[in-house]
């Protein structure tokens, strides 16, 4: 079995055995990788500390079968946040299950990787919420998953720019035309909300600069909730918590 050592970033972990984990990993060399990391829930292991949720960690592995197994793991960087308000874990969570969810296993993103790094950064000073919006739709974008915003889906005709409301189907990928307002699926959404989707697509996580009004964002989740549920077939599991807040 061949090992390795990459830095990453911790995005999932689940129980099993009477001390062991199972982590999902985001690395910087081969995307995401699920490992067990045996004895990591005994207080005295040295994994116990670094593997906690969005530590990135210096990690070393070794492949096997259907799990590689992490032998050893350092932290690199340690978000503040997270740790001290609920809000941000939640939408935190959210973030790291699209992550989890659209990227396949042990494909290098590396990328994908340093977005998820500056994702993970922009939590620790701005508002949770719109960062996992706008990193939400970023994160599609780098999965090959977009809503066309200039040329309908199903006929290619270009979008009228100069509308107040427009109808985007997820199903078709992307705003519709004129001729093509009413597919089953299309959501009404606004001129605002529409340049909320743009304006997202677009954000610098690194400087972040962006206003935005809570009606745009309302809508703008709608359509991203009413995306994810046709791309993964079901509703994030981490919206429950996101709901309890
Ligand atoms: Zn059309």
Do not use: I, Q
């Given at each position: 079995m061949n090992n390795y050592e990459t830095e990453a970033i911790v995005i999932g972990s689940a129980n099993f055995g009477d001390a062991d984990k199972i982590v999902t990993l985001f690395t910087a060399n081969q995307g995401k990788v699920r490992a067990s990391a045996f004895?990591?829930?005994?207080?005295?292991?040295?994994l116990a500390a670094p593997l906690q949720m969005f530590h990135i960690v210096e990690a070393d592995l070794s492949e096997g079968y259907s799990l590689d197994t992490l032998k050893r793991a350092s932290i690199k960087k340690r978000y503040k946040k997270f740790g001290e308000d609920l809000e941000t874990f939640a939408y935190g969570m959210f973030a790291a299950e699209i992550l989890c969810e659209i990227f396949g296993e042990k494909q290098a993103e590396p990328e994908v990787y340093e977005l998820a790094i500056k994702i993970f950064d922009c939590f620790e000073k701005r508002n949770p919420r719109i960062t996992a919006v706008a990193a939400a739709w970023q994160l599609l974008f780098k999965a090959g998953f977009s809503l066309s915003t200039d040329a309908c889906p199903i006929c290619e005709n270009k979008i009228?720019?100069?509308?107040?409301e427009y109808a985007v189907s997820v199903k078709e990928g992307g705003f519709l035309c004129d001729y093509h307002?009413?597919?089953?699926d299309g959501i009404k959404i606004s001129a605002g909300a529409k340049k909320l989707i743009e304006d997202f697509l677009r954000?610098?996580?690194?400087n972040p600069s962006i206003s935005v009004r809570g009606s745009y964002l309302i809508e703008v989740e709608k359509v991203l909730l009413s995306f994810l549920q046709n791309i993964l077939?079901?509703?994030?599991?981490s919206l429950k918590f996101i709901r309890e807040l």
């Open positions: 004895g990591a829930r005994r207080p005295k292991s040295p009228n720019a100069n509308k107040t307002t009413d597919v089953t954000l610098d996580f690194e077939g079901y509703n994030p599991k």
